[in-house]
């Protein structure tokens, strides 16, 4: 009965501490969130090139660009989960005297105006999520008073944020304008770099974050598994110890049978009783590797095994509470493990030993989780332990 229960329980371990090794990698983290909504505001500058040949010349900075030394731009917008973003922006900037606007040499300071409103597109939905930077085009309408004109424009728009946070980053554009007026006046580019703040930021888990938390979905079930598993075991042997019991019952035992199964219990005691004296196994942190010390109390039980070729023998061992519960678990495996792998290399049969592991479930004093304890205290559930299962 012991043995089969023993398998039951040993293999509900070992699934038990596989799948628990494998949760740490499977946790949420904020890198498996994304940014899908918000409010933008930015604040920057512009400069604007309305040479005549802007599209010729895109870096002519010396005679096209045209900017103010302060704050010329803001904006403010919304931008939804399907990636499209709906902004209003107004700027203001000075055609300087000495600069080519229109392809003549500008005589004097002119203001610039600027108000236009348009509609982006996020590429990474496109693209997939690409961490900080965040590219986008876009179109749009406005109006221009520029030159002593005014005009009404078809935009087009290209540009990328950096994002340094869920709300602070910077901005980076270009904007193509074409005038609806084409007798009057040109087309012109204006370029723009801003700080950009986000708020009322709605998030969701990416695609590799729905990932993980189908596999989450996934190792929970497969949990239940292994604990419908467990209870199936413990019920079979709970139904295996009942029937034994009333074979037990209904058995009518002899005198002699008695008396000899009293002897050989006696026997059993006694055996124990001097594995009992020979001690325990104690480990150190963290550590399974037996010492020189070790190997020479188990070379005291393989010598009480040879001289008792009838008696099979359990290990048990046990952790500290030290650690996560799914580490010590697999730490007391280990341990278990190792001390049957060198009583087994001292010519003891494998089917006269067994063993089991505990973690931190059987501490022998108080310094379970949030206690604090002496090393030497934590020393003492390190340990590996001894019983006869049969004689």
Same mark, same amino acid.
């Given at each position: 009965?012991?043995?089969?229960?023993?398998?039951?329980?040993?293999?509900?371990? $070992?699934?038990?501490?596989?799948?628990?090794?494998?949760?740490?990698?499977?946790?949420?983290?904020?890198?498996?969130?994304?940014?899908?909504?918000?409010?933008?505001?930015?604040?920057?500058?512009?400069?604007?090139?309305?040479?005549?040949?802007?599209?010729?010349?895109?870096?002519?900075?010396?005679?096209?660009?045209?900017?103010?030394?302060?704050?010329?731009?803001?904006?403010?917008?919304?931008?939804?989960?399907?990636?499209?973003?709906?902004?209003?922006?107004?700027?203001?900037?000075?055609?300087?005297?000495?600069? $080519?606007?229109?392809?003549?040499?500008?005589?004097?300071?002119?203001?610039?105006?600027?108000?236009?409103?348009?509609?982006?597109?996020?590429?990474?939905?496109?693209?997939?999520?690409?961490?900080?930077?965040?590219?986008?085009?876009?179109?749009?309408?406005?109006?221009?008073?520029?030159?002593?004109?005014?005009?009404?424009?078809?935009?087009?728009?290209?540009?990328?944020?950096?994002?340094?946070?869920?709300?602070?980053?910077?901005?980076?554009?270009?904007?193509?304008?074409?005038?609806?007026?084409?007798?009057?006046?040109?087309?012109?580019?204006?370029?723009?770099?801003?700080?950009?703040?986000?708020?009322?930021?709605?998030?969701?888990?990416?695609?590799?974050?729905?990932?993980?938390?189908?596999?989450?979905?996934?190792?929970?079930?497969?949990?239940?598994?292994?604990?419908?598993?467990?209870?199936?075991?413990?019920?079979?042997?709970?139904?295996?110890?009942?029937?034994?019991?009333?074979?037990?019952?209904?058995?009518?035992?002899?005198?002699?049978?008695?008396?000899?199964?009293?002897?050989?219990?006696?026997?059993?005691?006694?055996?124990?009783?001097? $594995?009992?004296?020979?001690?325990?196994?104690?480990?150190?942190?963290?550590?399974?590797?037996?010492?020189?010390?070790?190997?020479?109390?188990?070379?005291?039980?393989?010598?009480?095994?040879?001289?008792?070729?009838?008696?099979?023998?359990?290990?048990?061992?046990?952790?500290?509470?030290?650690?996560?519960?799914?580490?010590?678990?697999?730490?007391?495996?280990?341990?278990?493990?190792?001390?049957?792998?060198?009583?087994?290399?001292?010519?003891?049969?494998?089917?006269?030993?067994?063993?089991?592991?505990?973690?931190?479930?059987?501490?022998?004093?108080?310094?379970?989780?949030?206690?604090?304890?002496?090393?030497?205290?934590?020393?003492?559930?390190?340990?590996?332990?001894?019983?006869?299962?049969?004689?």
């Amino acid at each position: 009965m012991n043995i089969s229960r023993l398998s039951y329980v040993a293999l509900a371990c $070992i699934l038990t501490t596989s799948t628990f090794s494998q949760e740490p990698e499977l946790e949420l983290t904020k890198k498996d969130s994304i940014v899908n909504s918000y409010w933008l505001v930015t604040l920057g500058t512009n400069f604007v090139d309305d040479s005549g040949d802007e599209f010729g010349e895109l870096f002519d900075f010396s005679e096209g660009w045209n900017a103010v030394p302060y704050p010329s731009r803001i904006s403010i917008g919304r931008y939804f989960k399907n990636g499209v973003g709906l902004e209003a922006i107004g700027t203001y900037n000075k055609y300087k005297e000495g600069k $080519i606007v229109d392809n003549v040499v500008n005589p004097e300071d002119v203001d610039y105006f600027g108000l236009d409103f348009r509609v982006s597109y996020d590429l990474n939905k496109i693209l997939g999520e690409t961490g900080f930077f965040d590219p986008y085009i876009g179109i749009g309408a406005g109006y221009t008073d520029a030159n002593n004109q005014g005009r009404g424009t078809y935009n087009a728009i290209i540009g990328f944020r950096t994002w340094f946070s869920d709300h602070w980053g910077l901005d980076f554009n270009s904007t193509g304008k074409w005038t609806m007026n084409t007798e009057n006046s040109t087309n012109h580019i204006q370029h723009a770099v801003g700080v950009a703040y986000r708020f009322e930021v709605e998030k969701e888990l990416s695609r590799k974050g729905k990932e993980k938390l189908a596999m989450l979905k996934e190792l929970e079930e497969e949990q239940q598994r292994v604990q419908d598993s467990i209870a199936k075991a413990e019920e079979e042997a709970r139904l295996l110890a009942e029937r034994l019991q009333r074979e037990k019952e209904a058995a009518e035992l002899a005198a002699a049978e008695k008396a000899k199964k009293d002897a050989e219990d006696a026997r059993r005691a006694a055996l124990q009783n001097k $594995i009992n004296n020979l001690g325990n196994v104690y480990f150190k942190l963290n550590s399974s590797y037996l010492t020189s010390k070790d190997k020479e109390l188990l070379d005291k039980l393989v010598a009480i095994m040879q001289d008792e070729p009838n008696i099979t023998v359990k290990i048990t061992a046990h952790t500290d509470s030290r650690g996560t519960k799914p580490y010590n678990q697999w730490l007391s495996e280990r341990r278990a493990e190792r001390t049957v792998e060198y009583v087994v290399s001292r010519g003891i049969s494998t089917n006269r030993i067994s063993h089991g592991a505990f973690g931190e479930t059987q501490l022998v004093n108080d310094c379970e989780d949030g206690v604090r304890c002496t090393e030497e205290q934590h020393s003492k559930n390190r340990r590996s332990e001894f019983e006869i299962v049969e004689y």
